[in-house]
């Protein structure tokens, strides 16, 4: 970090990030205590410490829920539309980037718009068609709808790496007699390996947090998505804070552990839409 | 544009014995974008089409009656819908908030403070986290007798316990306040990358000629930073425009009353829980208007910004 003056603003500085931590943090740890709290505890004092601890909660959301089937569903949801959308988007940027083509930068330009595009504009044509292809409460109908979804972000994202390799490492592979798909994969993707990482980060989160599709495409209790599933929960468990907040939890808790293993790639895909 | 011509010449394609200068273009091209495009004109072009034509509309999603703009007509005379333009109108002022503050984050975190790795993590975490999940946790911490009023009035604040979500007049702002909470990292995120990116050489001239913190944080890097700034204003502007539907969803429902609604949630509530297929089209084409409008921005910040790469 550079120093651009010590002494006065450090002190209110600190003021103001612990402020901003405590209130950053402080919701999820009302949420992490009250969910490790019995209903009658929390019920006496919904803002003191816990009285006992108890882990209740979570056997319940785990066991009386389907939360771990859910869980499941966004898992299998997630990983493959990303990786579809990983590999569609890695042949269109490599050909955008070292080929010669008509339409190039439509291509281009379609996907940095389409990236903004808001999904529940294009959401009734796609129930449309996917209850006239009977896929409405199959986990397929999400999954061919996010795998979609993703590709223009990461057309995007890798196209802008693909861009600082340079042209003589693709030259010596030509030369050497190597075709496009080889010079693509013998090449390029060994270089990529922390911008695929990345996009397939940012994308891997993004599905695994959708709410909106999933919830109007999979209504049938056993087929819903994590998310879709805990939206469920909302109207059912009003008056049982504790098992509600031990479900969210869980919903919550493998993005953060997921995050504190790849803050970096993280923090990288995610300002890779803003400056440069 | 040059060099990215003169790079295509050297990709592999094409037949190797064709020395002259002009050569064909190579088909493989065509081969490695068929699938994007096809995922493209299925994702993203087909619904487009599909939904401005049928909010021209109205029925059920299998019979449907041309009716010309009577969707619209009905849809601006909907006081829910008014409501729901509206609601969005309120949260694009949270944008500003959230630019100001994080902008103050970044500049302090930017200075070095001790801990800054921490912090910077600790503001972060909430923008990843789902927000349905995030959504359960306030709506149950926003309650009347919730965490935050109990903890108020445990300090003698009471008289600042409202009904954060039950209330009318206050669940949009309650929802405006949740987004800021989860956005707001995003953002310091960003700025402080930005920062962090400047050359360090005007900021050291700066210092030598005397201009204090506060001076050189105005007028010597906010003004290099402007351009990631106008990218987050749009950026933001668009996700409180069109991409709040979770946080109304989970937090109120829309209610109380549909006082708390906003355009998605009405094309949803529309679409699929009362079947008003037309005017969910219509609101879907408003919506699209409204956001083309700032993705249109978004584009010509994006490719100005990427002139100089495309050389």
């Not at chain 1, 196209?159 to 496009?180: C, K």
């Amino acid at each position: 970090m550079n120093v651009v003056r010590r002494g006065a603003t450090t002190i209110s500085g600190q003021i103001v990030l612990l402020a901003l931590t405590l209130i950053s943090l402080g919701p999820l740890a009302f949420m992490a205590a009250t969910s490790l709290r019995t209903t009658s505890d929390y019920a006496l004092n919904p803002a003191g410490l816990p009285g006992a601890l108890t882990w209740d909660n979570y056997i319940a959301a785990l066991t009386d829920l389907p939360t771990l089937r859910w869980a499941l569903n966004s898992f299998l949801v997630s990983a493959t539309s990303v990786a579809v959308s990983t590999a569609i988007a890695t042949l269109a940027a490599f050909a955008i980037t070292f080929g010669r083509f008509r339409g190039r930068s439509v291509l281009l330009g379609g996907s940095i718009g389409f990236i903004m595009v808001p999904p529940v504009v294009l959401l009734l044509p796609m129930f449309v068609f996917m209850v006239n292809v009977k896929l409405v409460n199959n986990l397929a109908s999400v999954t061919i709808f996010y795998s979609c979804l993703l590709v223009p972000f990461a057309i995007f994202f890798l196209v802008t790496f693909f861009r600082t390799i340079p042209a003589e490492l693709l030259e010596a592979a030509v030369v050497d007699g190597a075709g496009p798909l080889r010079s693509l994969v013998s090449v390029v993707l060994p270089l990529s390996r922390a911008a695929l990482l990345t996009v397939a980060t940012v994308n891997l989160i993004w599905a695994w947090n959708e709410l909106l599709i999933s919830l109007v495409f999979l209504q049938d209790e056993n087929q819903r998505t994590l998310m879709a599933g805990l939206s469920l929960l909302q109207g059912r468990y009003t008056t049982n804070q504790p098992l509600l907040l031990a479900a969210a939890m869980l919903s919550v808790i493998p993005v953060a552990l997921f995050y504190l293993f790849s803050q970096r790639s993280f923090v990288k895909g995610l300002t890779a839409g803003i400056g440069k | 544009m040059t060099l990215v011509a003169t790079a295509a010449h050297a990709t592999p394609g094409g037949s190797p014995a064709t020395p002259r200068p002009r050569r064909p273009r190579p088909l493989w091209p065509y081969l490695f974008i068929a699938p994007a495009c096809a995922a493209l004109v299925f994702g993203f072009i087909y619904p487009l089409i599909s939904v401005v034509r049928n909010s021209f509309y109205a029925g059920t999603v299998y019979e449907l009656n041309f009716v010309g703009i009577g969707n619209f007509k009905t849809l601006f005379e909907d006081p829910i819908f008014r409501t729901s333009i509206a609601n969005n109108l309120r949260l694009l002022l949270t944008v500003p908030v959230m630019t100001v503050l994080a902008l103050a984050v970044a500049a302090i975190l930017h200075s070095g403070v001790r801990g800054g790795v921490f912090y910077r993590a600790a503001v972060f975490l909430p923008y990843i986290l789902p927000a349905a999940g995030i959504g359960l946790g306030f709506s149950v911490f926003l309650q009347f007798n919730g965490g935050l009023n109990q903890s108020l009035r445990a300090v003698g604040m009471g008289g600042l316990a409202y009904d954060w979500l039950g209330s009318p007049n206050l669940a949009i702002w309650s929802v405006g306040a949740v987004v800021v909470w989860q956005q707001l990292g995003f953002g310091v995120v960003v700025f402080l990358a930005a920062l962090l990116s400047l050359p360090v050489e005007v900021t050291e001239a700066a210092r030598m000629d005397g201009a204090s913190w506060w001076r050189i944080q105005t007028r010597v890097h906010l003004p290099q930073i402007r351009g990631t700034i106008e990218f987050f204003v749009v950026l933001q502007a668009i996700t409180v425009l069109s991409l709040v539907f979770t946080y109304v969803y989970i937090l109120t429902t829309g209610g109380p009353s549909n006082s708390s609604s906003v355009m998605e949630f009405y094309i949803w509530r529309s679409g699929f829980a009362q079947g008003s297929v037309g005017l969910a089209n219509a609101a879907a084409v408003v919506l699209l208007a409204l956001a083309g409008v700032l993705i249109a921005i978004y584009m010509r910040l994006r490719l100005r910004d990427d002139d100089p790469a495309l050389r």
